[in-house]
């Protein structure tokens, strides 16, 4: 089951996208996710594709991990589509039945889903290619001038990245604790339909108490190492901005202006 959750997963390469520095990765998520919230047409859709189909490329990550990591999203995909196909108002496709669907449901509920399917691949591959400290760095950097105003930065980014990071440790441990009851024989998977989801709430309170056991541990090793509030704290490797992450934002700003054509070229 971990290797199905790609969000808060690491996998080391030499790539690109490996190479560039966390805050322009950031920074090219945040305005990803921003410009992705004003698309309304296809064609603004077809260049947010291009653009994270692009990045996927330049990540190297296998596309038959990647597109597997995207499973679990598709249940909530499937409920996110038939919601705004059910409850849009318009005309309807067939007069007189007893289920409403309209033109309009489909289309708001493909584009929502396309959305929310694009951030995940984006929010994914910044992780995939993206170490959690260098991350934290990143986000530390980006979030230096609110420190002025009191705002505990270090301490946030620090707690940001390990909750991201604990994602993939928390299903590899309901994979351990699966792994326990079918040495014993009660194996959740050969279970069917409702006998299964029920069984699964049984992993809950283990796998809540596991949880927290470790986040305990990581909390003591972090006092240990005197972190403390993390300010002014230094680093052995300074984050410095190389040509080709200047590349890149000329990439992210050459997308964004594509979308504004698109946007007011009103094109289908």
Known sequence: MKDNILLGQYIPSAS???????????????????????????????????????????SRIPVRKFLSGLKP?????????????FNTSGVPLWPGSAVKVTEAGIEKGLFIVWRILLLVSLA???????????????????????????????????????????IPTIIQELDRIMLAQRARGYDIIALKGHK???????????????????????????DARAYGTGRGRTSYRELILSRMDYTAGGVTLSYMLLLLYLQNAHVI
Do not use: W
């Open 196 to 222: 299964r989801m029920f069984a699964y709430l049984s992993l809950v309170v283990p796998l809540l108490i596991t949880t927290v056991q470790r986040a305990e541990q990581l909390a003591m090793t972090i």
């Open 16 to 58: 690109v996208l490996h190479r560039l520095d966390p805050r322009t990765k950031l920074l090219s998520m945040l305005t990803f996710t921003i410009s992705s919230l004003f698309i309304n047409n296809y064609g603004g859709y077809a260049a947010a594709t291009v653009f994270a189909g692009g990045q996927l490329l330049l």
């Open 73 to 85: 999203v598709v249940l909530i995909l499937s409920f996110t589509f038939a919601y705004h196909l």
């Open 124 to 166: 994914s591959l910044l992780t995939l290619t993206t170490r959690p400290l260098d991350l934290a760095k990143g986000l530390e950097q980006l979030c230096k001038p609110l420190s002025r105003r009191g705002v505990p930065v270090e301490a946030t980014a620090l707690m940001l990245v390990i909750a991201i990071r604990f």
